[in-house]
């Protein structure tokens, strides 16, 4: 369960003209890896699926661009897998080319429509603006004998330059109103000499005239009636508009759905084409997939290709093996703490999976630190409530509450009550000692097995090396065995021990010269980093293992917050004693149980992932066939 | 930004600081041949890809882009919003020239494989806050003009809509692109209230300087634009290019006069210049003097962070250019002129008489 599913490299040769029904058949083998490193003969340099894949890219593109605007009902569903050869990709491309450009076109009138809508409306504010006033607006609407005015709007953001290009070109800008970013102003200068210079200024600035109806000063209601009923008819050609496109988009629904079939038959060579290589008719592919598949593949291969094919398989060689995808945890029940493992990283093919070390572990501590039957149960009860909420997640919090519930039990805790349930072992309080010690020695044997899993994980990829000398490798295990045995004996009131002064003394010392051995600097700063790290070495073996007491303290603190509660509810009446306990254990789910939940996590990922999982692998993603339309 | 703070950026911009390339260094580097260049700076494996010398001068460019830019990201990590944002603001630089690249592309109806490759790959801090992919499908400027009328950008979309749509020219598009940039720089330093305020003023002014002098110099002589339009598309410098300055020089009619009318040391500058090449040349080296003044001799690490990135990016275009000749085999001496070693002894640009006669638009 912790090794990874073995994996093989794949070789394919086609001729060229099977390759869509190679990358059909794959699809539906849906065990085929890709792998885009160009093959070894040199003479495989072509690239025929570019083509393909460029009309297949634009088709898709306008497809989903006109989804948008004309959503149709259901995505359509693949019921039968045939062949797309390359013209029939083209003529979809060029078919969606002319509707989408028709699409384009209603966006742009519908663009249109509302940009009139805006300055109707702005319009409509400047009309309010200048009915209060008391001067013949007539005079702004033309051109004098020796004034030019042109009253309009301008973005908010442009004003102060266009003050000053405005004065430059002699005339007069006058801000009067602000609507959202828009600026309403009126520009005045002299008739004749600088209006063309004026009108650059204003095109680049953005300036909308904005047309003072005849007659403003006389009757502006009238004008307001014109202006809202030109708004009613913007309206109105809006609703033509859609209807008359909502008509024409109905005509060709059941085409867009072919359309789309035809791309999700086609998408499988594009997401192959990046591995693809020929040279005449030959077509080369490569990829990864895991040994119980491979015969699956041959078959499905014979099947559907109509040309001889080759199809070779070899294991991969020791230095593929960064670049060989790892199959991540099929397990139901391991998959919601996969998904956290993949939080930090994917193992590398070859490295041990700590999915189910994480999820045994991390069961172990949270039930430990957060042992109540009451509390745990709800926690469950709620995850079970919201899982369609919470997805596959929803097992994790399940799990976590059933082993909230099985610690509950040994510790006899019932939503904080200790008398009502007999202790299967002993409440954490009545022997507070016997449970840190407990809890360093979960952390002793944690962090050995981190390192073991360390040791393993370098000499599976050859790295012998590093096995023996480096992070957490075998000298430092020995160090840290040393280092507890010494610190058992002293605990149990005895010296040290020579053989464990001796055998720390000695792994601290190969350490120290190996780290001297790979360090170039000059002397002082060698001697002060590898002290350093020599000293950083103890400390943190040390500190690490101090570190796993907060599994104890959290057992301890769960009851005394427990007894809190109590102490509190019970100085209140009965209905103060009833509210007190429920919030009590509300807030000892919510906010203790977040805490918990964060230890553990960082226990798992900081003092067992750090050491010996390197996250460095990426995850097989197998070629698969869409059976359903829409994005 | 607290003590610690300011003391850690500064120490981390003089150590970056080292790898500016001085006079002695540049002049070394011209003597040396692609590969050893290459391999100085970590660039032989692209060189050593089978790829096409215009993919690998891009693959080059892109690798300096990214230097500079992880560079930036390491200066902005102790930095406060405040100052974070105008380092960002600066290195979104890159960001508006793939929006250029997009719009130009557009509208000439490119291949959208050749678009993307004219695209620099940019990490998310400097990205614009845009649809990129929608905007990348656009199958014509006036869709793309939709999609960014959809965003941050609707103003600038809207703007450059009446400007294509009027001129159908991407000139106009671009200078309005360029002269936000530059507003929103100017913005972000007016934003400072304490010691970081008068350097930045000073090397963002510089930067103004600079555009400010270069647009006039083209708009008013190159493009024969009014000096109402000139001005509108300028952005008014902390610096010497101040707004009431800008006011006077778009009014001159000859490239001559503006640079007569220049204040110090821009003048001094700017004398003799043969052609508006010399002036961008020269404008450079102000750029430069400044950068280097607020690097050696300011104190607030901010702007020291944003001299060292500038001079940086000066440091990398001066790489590339010498990577660049050595990919297309271009003679020692013509590189020596392109990273101003050496000056051209033939008309490399417009001379200033000819460029001082007001061209009518097309």
Redesign the interface.
């Known amino acids: 369960m912790l090794r990874p599913l073995p994996m093989k490299h794949v070789r394919l040769l086609v001729l060229t003209e099977d390759l869509q029904r190679a990358s059909l058949a794959l699809a539906q083998a849906e065990s085929f890896h890709a792998d885009t490193r160009p093959p070894e003969e040199a003479r495989l340099t072509g690239a025929p699926g570019r083509r393909y894949g ?1 009309l297949f ?2 088709a898709h ?1 306008r497809l ?2 006109i989804g948008k605007l004309t959503p149709s009902g259901n995505a359509p569903q693949l019921q039968e897998v045939r062949v797309i050869l390359e013209p029939e990709l083209q003529s979809v491309t060029e078919w969606l ?1 002319e509707i ?2 028709e699409c ?1 076109r209603y ?2 009138r519908h ?1 249109r429509l509302d940009d009139e809508e805006r300055l109707v409306k702005e319009q409509e504010a400047a009309l309010a603006n200048f009915a209060n006033l008391d001067i013949d607006l007539g005079m702004l609407r033309k051109k004098t004998r020796f004034l030019d005015f042109y009253v309009g709007i301008v ?1 908010r ?2 004003l102060h ?2 003050e ?6 002699d005339h007069f800008l006058y801000p009067y109103m602000t609507s959202g ?1 828009n600026t309403h102003l009126v520009i005045v200068g002299p008739a004749g000499t ?1 209006e ?3 009108g ?2 204003l ?4 300036f909308q005239h904005l047309a003072l109806p005849e007659g403003l000063d006389r009757e502006p209601d009238s004008k307001l009636a014109e202006l809202s009923r030109r708004r009613r008819e913007i309206e109105e050609e809006r609703r033509t508009l859609d209807s008359r496109f909502a008509r024409w988009s109905a005509g060709f629904e059941g085409r867009l759905q072919d359309a789309q079939r035809v791309l999700l038959l086609a998408e499988p060579l594009v997401i192959l084409d990046p591995a693809i290589r020929s040279s005449g008719h030959l077509a080369y592919l490569a990829g990864w997939s895991p040994a119980y598949a491979l015969q699956r593949l041959r078959e499905r291969l014979e099947e559907g290709l109509e040309h001889p094919f080759t199809l070779e398989t070899r294991d991969p060689r020791s230095d593929e093996r960064p670049l060989v995808p790892t199959v991540p945890v099929r397990n139901r029940l391991l998959q919601p703490f996969s998904m956290l493992v993949k939080q930090y990283g994917i193992p590398q093919y070859g490295e041990i999976d700590p999915t189910p070390l994480f999820a045994a572990t991390f069961l172990l501590m949270f039930g430990s630190m957060f042992g109540d039957v009451g509390q745990g149960a709800v926690i469950a009860a709620v995850a079970w409530y919201w899982r369609p909420r919470l997805g596959r997640f929803y097992l994790f919090g399940i799990m976590a509450g059933l082993s909230s519930v099985a610690f509950g039990f040994l510790f006899g805790s019932l939503f904080g009550y200790e008398q009502l349930l007999p202790a299967l072992w002993m409440s954490p309080l009545h022997d507070p000692i016997l449970m840190l010690r407990l809890a360093l020695a979960w952390g002793v044997l944690f962090l050995a097995t981190a390192c073991t899993l360390a040791i393993y994980n370098r000499l599976v990829v050859g790295n012998l090396a590093g096995a023996i000398f480096g992070p957490h490798g075998l000298i430092n295990l020995l160090f840290y065995l040393s280092l507890v045995w010494g610190g058992l004996n002293l605990a149990i009131g005895e010296a040290f021990g020579l053989l464990p002064l001796f055998l720390a003394t000695g792994s601290l010392l190969v350490l120290a010269v190996d780290g001297w051995r790979h360090l170039e600097a000059p002397l002082g700063e060698k001697i002060l980093v590898v002290f350093i790290q020599t000293l950083e070495t103890v400390i943190s073996y040390v500190s690490n293992t101090l570190s796993f007491l907060r599994i104890a303290a959290f057992s301890l603190n769960h009851v005394a917050l427990a007894i809190a509660i109590f102490t509190l509810a019970d100085m209140m009446g009965t209905f103060g004693r009833v509210v007190t306990i429920v919030l009590g254990n509300l807030f000892m789910i919510l906010l203790e149980g977040g805490i918990v939940l964060i230890q553990v996590l960082r226990l798992e990922f900081y003092e067992g992932f750090a050491r010996y999982f390197s996250g460095e692998g990426h995850e097989f993603t197998p070629l698969r066939m869409r059976r359903t339309g829409g994005n | 930004m607290s003590f610690a703070d300011q003391a850690y950026l500064n120490t981390r911009v003089s150590i970056m600081a080292a790898r500016l390339f001085d006079p002695v260094q540049i002049a070394a580097m011209a003597e040396e041949d692609l590969q050893t260049l290459a391999g100085r700076f970590d660039l032989a494996p692209i060189l050593d890809q089978s790829l096409g010398s215009r993919a690998k001068s891009r693959a080059i460019e892109q690798a300096l882009i990214q230097t500079l830019l992880s560079e930036l990201t390491l200066l902005i990590r102790p930095m406060g919003p405040q100052a974070r944002a105008l380092i960002l603001s600066w290195g979104r630089l890159f960001a508006l020239i793939n929006l250029k690249t997009l719009i130009r592309g557009k509208l000439y109806d490119l291949d ?2 050749e678009i993307a490759e004219n695209l620099y790959e940019l990490p998310s801090n400097v990205r614009l806050d845009l649809p990129h992919k929608d905007l990348f ?1 656009a ?2 400027v ?2 793309l003009l ?1 999609r960014l ?1 959809q965003g941050p950008y609707r ?1 600038i979309a ?2 450059a809509r ?2 294509y749509e ?1 001129r159908h020219e991407p000139f ?1 598009l671009e200078a ?1 692109i360029d002269q936000r940039y530059f ?1 929103a720089l100017a913005h972000q330093v007016a934003q400072f209230h304490d010691a970081n305020l008068q350097p930045l003023q000073r090397l963002v002014g510089a930067l103004l300087d600079r555009a400010d002098l270069m647009w006039l110099l083209r708009f008013r002589f190159r493009y024969g ?5 000139t ?4 952005v008014p410098s902390f610096g010497l290019m101040h ?1 009431e300055r ?2 006077e020089l ?2 001159l009619d000859a490239i001559e006069s503006v640079l007569a009318a220049l204040p110090p040391p821009l003048d001094k500058l700017s004398t003799h210049s043969a052609s508006i090449i010399d002036v961008q040349k020269r404008m450079g080296t102000h750029l430069y003097r400044e950068a280097l003044h607020t690097l050696r001799d300011e104190r607030p690490g901010v702007a020291r962070a944003l001299a060292y990135l500038i001079l940086r990016r000066m440091d990398l275009q001066l790489l590339f250019a010498l990577i660049q000749g050595g990919l297309l085999e271009l003679p020692r001496d013509i590189v020596r002129i392109a990273v101003e070693l050496a000056e051209p002894n033939c008309p490399a640009d417009t001379t200033l008489s000819e460029a001082s006669k007001p061209r009518a638009r097309d």
């Open positions: 460029e890219r634009i593109a989903d661009k080319g989408w450009s384009s966006e742009e663009r973005p953001e442009n330059r266009l000053g290009a405005v004065k430059l070109a970013d600088k063309a210079q004026l650059s200024v095109q680049a600035a953005g | 959208g494989d499908r199958e014509n006036l869709e939709r009328e103003l809207r703007q009446e400007i009027l106009a309005t507003a634009l009014s000096p109402s339009e001005f509108y598309h300028l707004r800008l006011l778009v009014n």
